[in-house]
């Protein structure tokens, strides 16, 4: 028997209650908190954090929860609170040349003043799943407090110049959040987008451009991850003001470039900064901004990932998901319109093919 | 953690501004679409920011606020949109269109014809008409610029070369003040013509696409056609089981499993008021209670 | 109507990239119906210079004019991005080497044709189609395949329709890049029998670019030879590939097998 889903506010009611009640699970097991996330699911919260363009580790651990673990649906809840946030000034930018160090490893160079610096890390682990789930947890090694000089990988190379310099930015810094994006875009608005964008989106993207859709033969020059300074300046006083520490992750990859018989050649960068410990995603970024730079570097372009529009126009996973998971809503005023049209058409058809049939 | 303190309609002023801006530079350039900085709202991209925004934007404590979607205030999405306001702006609603100033809309145009004093929001998926004859937003601001719709005429001409009509039937684009091509918004193409000379302020937003675009009251719209083929309102041939309407847009209702079908306006507060006023359609006692309302069985 | 003043003119004109010559000091005119043959051999700037011509470059010094339907010639520099937009959908034509360039390869040869008659405000669509079918068979394509695309088309079928696209607004002045460039050599030769009907009927000017002279010849009034940039030497078509003065076009002359 049919029944009419045209929905009313009592359906959506109940359907609220019922979210709320599988949210909450097994009501045996002890409920979780949004602490126990922020410290053992640690690297959710970043994500989190870095996609949904807003540190605080609190918030994202509680958008989890709500989100019931579904990192895109925390990322969006992110945003939209990020919506309310007032906005009382820019901080100066962050000096990751003065991080302090948790981890700091280059693949370009064996050892390096500040050495490699392995920290907490999957990369050697053996990925055995481990059924004995509560496990004692070992003191970590201490190390002398001492902290060592950490230059830049990329700072040592271009002091040869080895490697093109940083671009600096010239004029005011643009805001994604604050103007539609608009083709060409400049580096900073580029980056911005980049560090807002889907891992996922991101990650493949980076790898198909190691696969030959568009290769810029990148070194991991050097991935730092650790504790910066946030400065604003304050204008009462005149200078900058320390107002806290953030922990971000840090890529620089070093790329390949082909001379011109005008230029000596040298490397070229890609560049990739994110909230948190999200290496991955650090990595992802800085290929893709790379591999984005291919116009400005005269390359010819081979595949998708130097696509300026394309990634830039598809990188937001919250976009992305409004609009994929736009179509559960109604569309039956417009498709009532199609069924009409092929409807006709089908009878035109039909009757075309009964007159040539009796023509016959 | 407070409960966070919303302004009126959730939007802080300086962004609505912003979004004020955004609308009177549209409406000074009928049919243009005008960049914003959409914001992140707290429903998703695609499921109504835009008009939303704009909205909230236009919104004072005297409004009062209709929301319809594929024509109806009882869908999920109606439903869920007014109580953001009811919620945020605190604004009497209204499911009878003539008691609206404000009607947000997803993919209709009521029924009864607006009025001066009335503004029509709609909510836009895709505000580029040549979005899917030339996916480079670069590509497509040069040939708004530039009034070069070639794109679009050959679009139209083979519709009529391979299948003998022109092959949209809603987000049908129109022409706005002789001068740009605009997408109406995924609206059946039976609702084109109350854009034209209409009295009412009409406000079209992208969320996603970060667009909003206007049609000043009373202007020129134009559906695209040939004169040789020119512009077709379709709607079912039938009319309304509930009202016996006979000029409105039919929903299509699936009754059974064995084909059974049924043709109900889809403009509910239209059909409930021709019903009140006494017009009866065929099936009337027949409608299960969810689409009839009282007047069906099951009361 | 000044019929006899020049329809294009260029005076000085010079491209240069870095260091690198593209064409220089290039001067001439053309007047309506003369068909302007530009040969060299590849590298020469003949094509730099139908790009300087057409507007689709801009030059490093120099400049071209155009008489265009209201009698006043201009500057094209002058002009802006949707007046040249407006050019080159009524008055001009360009014909490309690879037709694919040219044409819509995805849509119907119909609406190819069609597309420039509806830019100039055409809202007929019998008329459209007619208008299409009038053309197609100008260009001697059958009538039947006005609703194939353009991927179901031999190469020279391509090009005719790309010609047909190109002259269905009957422009005064059309710039052909090598337009027999990569076809068979019977397609050739009646493709170039086309286009020489078509320039004749249609009182064309052309400024046809070619490293054969044999298309040249058939087609141009005048010839300008050009050598690494600059124009070695030019003149009536017939005079100059039977008498030519320079040692490089005495050269180029020499270098075609008799027939």
Request: aromatic share 6%; hydrophobic share 40%; proline share 5%.
């Amino acid at each position: 028997m049919y029944v009419a889903v045209k929905g009313g506010e009592r359906a959506i009611d109940n359907a609220h209650r019922l979210l709320a009640h599988a949210r909450r699970g097994d009501p045996a097991v002890p409920e979780i908190s949004a602490k126990q996330i922020s410290q053992q699911l640690a690297l959710g919260v970043d994500r989190v954090m870095a996609e949904g363009s807003l540190y605080d580790r609190e918030l994202a651990a509680l958008a989890i929860k709500q989100a019931r673990g579904d990192l895109i649906e925390a990322i969006f809840l992110l945003r939209a609170y990020r919506t309310t946030l007032p906005r009382f000034g820019a901080s100066e930018p962050v000096d990751t040349g003065r991080m302090a160090i948790r981890r700091r490893i280059s693949a370009a160079f064996k050892d390096l003043p500040g050495g490699q610096v392995l920290g907490p890390t999957f990369d050697y682990t053996h990925r055995l799943l481990e059924l004995a789930e509560f496990t004692a947890v070992e003191e970590p090694v201490q190390t002398p407090a001492e902290t060592m000089p950490t230059p830049r990988v990329t700072d040592l190379l271009g002091a040869d110049g080895l490697i093109e310099p940083s671009p600096q930015s010239i004029g005011d810094v643009g805001d994604l959040t604050r103007e539609p994006l608009s083709f060409p875009v400049e580096r900073d608005v580029r980056l911005q987008n980049l560090a807002r964008g889907d891992e996922g989106f991101l990650l493949a993207l980076g790898y198909s451009t190691q696969r030959g859709f568009g290769r810029s033969h990148p070194f991991a020059g050097e991935i730092r991850l650790g504790e910066v300074e946030l400065e604003i300046v304050a204008e009462e006083i005149g200078c900058a003001v320390p107002v806290g520490h953030l922990i971000v992750t840090e890529c620089q990859m070093i790329n390949q470039f082909k001379g011109s018989a005008q230029e000596a050649p040298g490397f070229t960068r890609g560049y990739g900064l994110t909230f948190g410990h999200c290496e991955r995603k650090a990595m992802a970024m800085a290929l893709v901004d790379r591999a984005l730079r291919a116009r400005e570097l005269g390359e010819e372009l081979k595949g998708p990932t130097q696509d300026e529009e394309f990634v830039l126009s598809h990188s937001d996973n919250v976009q992305a998901a409004g609009f994929v998971e736009h179509l559960k809503l109604p569309h039956y005023v417009d498709f009532q319109s199609e069924l009409g049209l092929v409807r006709r058409m089908r009878q035109e058809f039909a009757a075309a093919t009964a007159a040539r049939e009796a023509a016959e | 953690m407070t409960r966070a303190a919303y302004n009126f309609a959730y939007l802080d002023e300086q962004t609505k501004r912003m979004v004020r801006r955004a609308i009177l530079k549209a409406i000074a350039i009928p049919g243009y679409q005008v960049p914003f900085a959409s914001r992140e709202m707290p429903m998703p991209y695609g499921w109504g920011t835009g008009g939303v925004q704009v909205t909230a934007s236009i919104l004072g404590p005297d409004d009062v606020l209709k929301v319809i979607d594929q024509g109806s205030d009882d869908t999920t999405n109606a439903v869920s949109i007014r109580k953001f306001f009811a919620k945020t702006a605190g604004v009497r609603t209204t499911t009878h269109t003539a008691d609206a100033s404000v009607i947000q809309t997803r993919h209709r145009i009521p029924e009864q014809p607006l009025t001066e004093a009335q503004i029509l929001v709609y909510q836009v998926p895709v505000p580029e008409p040549l979005r899917f004859l030339e996916p480079r937003e670069a590509e497509t601001r040069k040939l708004h610029a530039l009034a070069d719709y070639g794109l679009m005429h050959v679009k139209l001409y083979e519709d009529i070369a391979r299948h003998g009509h022109i092959a949209t039937s809603y987000a049908y684009p129109v022409k706005v003040d002789g001068r740009y091509v605009t997408d109406p918004s995924p609206t059946p193409k039976f609702d084109n013509p109350k854009m034209d000379d209409c009295p009412a302020l009409q406000l079209f937003g992208a969320g996603r696409e970060k667009r909003i675009y206007a049609i000043p009251p009373h202007t020129n719209v134009v559906s695209l056609d040939f004169e040789d083929h020119p512009f077709e309102r379709y709607r079912h041939d039938a009319e309304c089981v509930l009202c016996a309407a006979a000029d409105t847009y039919l929903d299509e209702v699936i009754t059974d499993d064995r084909g059974g079908r049924m043709f109900v306006c889809s403009d509910s507060d239209h059909c409930a008021a021709r019903r009140a006023a006494g017009h009866h359609g065929a099936s009337l006692s027949d409608a299960p209670t969810a689409i009839g309302g009282e007047g069906g069985r099951g009361r | 109507m000044d019929d006899d003043a020049p329809l294009l003119i260029a005076e000085g004109l010079s491209k240069s990239y870095g260091r690198r010559l593209g064409c220089r000091v290039v001067s001439f005119s053309i007047h309506e119906g003369e068909v302007l043959a530009v040969v060299g051999e590849s590298g020469s700037g003949k094509t730099t210079l139908l790009q300087l011509l057409s507007g689709r470059l801009a030059p490093s010094a120099g400049r071209v004019r155009y008489r265009m339907r209201d009698d006043v010639t201009r500057d094209l520099a002058s002009l802006g991005e949707a007046e040249r937009r407006f050019l080159f959908r009524t008055d001009w034509g360009y014909v490309h080497q690879d037709p694919a360039l040219g044409l819509r390869m995805a849509v119907s040869a119909g609406a190819n044709v069609g597309e420039r008659l509806m830019a100039v405000g055409w809202r007929h669509y019998g008329s459209i189609r007619r208008g299409a079918l009038t053309w197609l068979e100008r260009v001697e394509i059958d009538a039947g395949r006005i609703d194939d695309t353009p991927h179901t088309y031999s190469g020279g079928m391509r090009q005719r329709l790309q010609i047909a696209r190109n002259l269905v607004t009957e422009p005064r002045l059309v710039f052909m890049d090598e337009p027999t460039g990569g076809l068979d050599v019977s397609v050739q030769a009646r493709l170039l029998d086309l286009l020489r009907n078509l320039v004749t009927r249609f009182r064309l000017a052309a400024v046809v670019v070619t490293h054969d002279l044999a298309v040249a010849r058939l087609l141009s009034h005048r010839i300008m030879v050009m050598k690494s940039g600059e124009v070695v030497e030019a003149g009536l078509t017939d005079q100059v590939l039977d008498d030519p003065r320079e040692a490089y076009t005495q050269l180029l002359v020499s270098s075609i097998l008799p027939p």
